[in-house]
């Protein structure tokens, strides 16, 4: 990171100077353990350790650079798992042991993260802080329980690489879902960047800057030329073949980097059923919005014969919506309809949780409060509290506590935040991700710390996040 002493002497200053937010800060923080400080005063409590029993699935993937085709006259060069983009599904039952061995054929460095599942620490993929990065020509497995069920995906987590394609989803299924439903179709949603993803450079507010807001605090979206559903561009569309009276269950996931996409099916209303994976009262829609990292299951009743665009715009971008279409048996040809307007988009409080989550009750044992905004100075940096990991201080916990986290957004931008290795609670949902509005947007989580490690809390925009937009959550005793 670029101005590392400069950096910690500005915090320091920060604190003795700006009284008002990181005292308020600091009063907030019920229980606040000695040396907030990444010091070696808490003593780290062991992780759980990883599962020792034979795996029921064993799967192998190979990191490298290949082309990819999105469209028939469109080929670049991209990173990927198995030659494929996105990564192979990797499917499994609930509560079955998977193994997957890495191996990196890339040139540099690597690692994989299973985003939402509640994994043991040391295979939670994040380089330096569960585990040393996989080196360019080695291999490392990662084994873990799947559960719970849900829609999830897998990703490198390290640098940009997410956005250069090292993703693919990862579907849990239920042994006995809430909803009913014939079949189902999953459904990545991705921006598309040819070539190598870059940081803005210095100052980042130069041209090509956009986000709501702009000047000082906006941001710059990457140079992206599309938008893909599946890996394929809208001029390539998917076809999700349906049988007039089916019920389709479509597992939505936004792997993209940098995007908040708005979601609707053409001539169909859309049941919410799963918010990360995590199973919901169904609730009817016409529209959702997600962010980075986020999942949505929808099902969706073919009761309206036709050709049918599935459209996912950019709300952040000018990109052309990346699109797939849904097309009855008894449709014949014809470009698909596009869908209306929005008018009932889904709201995190319509969200109702079918399981409340354990150890979350009445007041927490300890509260963060959390400012996020856009660094001072000139570098392009994102910071929580002021300060950009990895030069950041770790936020501090024991284990069995029930932890919240205050966040206020004190940017223009929306940063969907991520926290590893835990579900939490967020209004009357659970997830694993979630969306703080900007303009000091406040959203607040509450969550059991019932899984002891090291675990990044991070914004899943992959800029902001590399920027510095991350902090470690650390168990103490
Ligand atoms: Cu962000």
Redesign the pocket.
Known sequence: MPHRSQHLLSRRNLLQLTGATSLGALAGCTGQLPGSDDGARGREVSPRATVTAEPDTSVSLTAASGSIRPSPDTSTTNWMYEGQFPGPELRVQEGDVLSVELTNDLQEETTIHWHGVPVANPVDGVPNVTQDPVASGDTFTYTFRAEPAGTYFYHSHVGLQLDRGLLGPLIVEERDPHVEYDHEYVVVVDDYLPGEPELPSDGGMGGGGMGGGGGMMGDIRPPYEGLLINGRLPENPQTFDVTEGERIRFRFVNAGSATVFGVRIAGHEMTVTHADGRPVEPVDVDSFVFGAGERYDVVVEATNPGTWAVQADALDGNEPPASAVVEYESAGEGSPQRPSPASNQLRYRDLRAISSLDGVNGDPDRTFDLT?SRGRGQSYT?TIDGQAYPDADSLQIRPGEHVRIRMTNQSP?????HLHGHFFQVGNAIKDTVIVPGHRGQVTIDFHADNPGRWLFH???LY??DAG?ARVVRYVE
Not at 413 to 417: E, W
């Open positions: 996020l994102w931008v929306v940063h969907p935040m914004c899943h925009n902001h996040l937009m």
